[in-house]
């Protein structure tokens, strides 16, 4: 088993920044890759970012050149940097552990990941 804990969310000011982190703790192996997706109210959970191992690194368009996703595999965090945030980035903001080891478009589906956090809210007030 795989427990995940998100922090860092909370109430920002629309342009401002938030850094999630996502610490990972039982039966973890830092060769699979670890994604962030997020779910507004009403709406389907989306995808966010995705990183391998070897930190080669996937996005969704629309937050391309905000976020950054990143991990560091000796603490067994994953974090998520966002920067110029908007309105519609606010949602709870999830990370989970992919079935995958190797990249690709496929990290994009939340039907690649076992395991995910409890999830922590991100608000982007105007």
């Given amino acids: 088993q795989v427990q995940l ?3 860092g969310g909370g109430l ?3 342009g401002g920044s938030l850094r999630l982190s996502c ?3 039982g039966r973890t192996e830092s060769r699979y890759a670890m994604g962030w997706f997020r779910q507004a109210p009403g709406k389907e959970r989306e995808f966010v970012a995705a990183a391998t191992w070897s930190d080669t690194t996937y996005y969704a368009d629309s937050v391309k050149g905000r976020f950054t996703i990143s991990r560091d595999n000796a603490k067994n965090t994953l974090y998520l940097q966002m920067n110029s945030l908007k309105p519609e980035d ?3 903001y999830y990370c989970a552990r992919s079935m995958r080891v190797l ?3 496929w990290l994009r589906s ?3 990941y076992d395991y995910w956090g409890q999830g922590t809210q991100v608000t ?3």
């Fill in 5 to 7: 804990v998100e922090s």
């Fill in 12 to 14: 920002v000011q629309v």
């Fill in 23 to 25: 610490a990972a703790s």
């Fill in 90 to 92: 606010t949602a709870v």
């Fill in 103 to 105: 990249g690709g478009p």
């Fill in 110 to 112: 939340s039907n690649e």
């Fill in 124 to 126: 982007v007030s105007e």
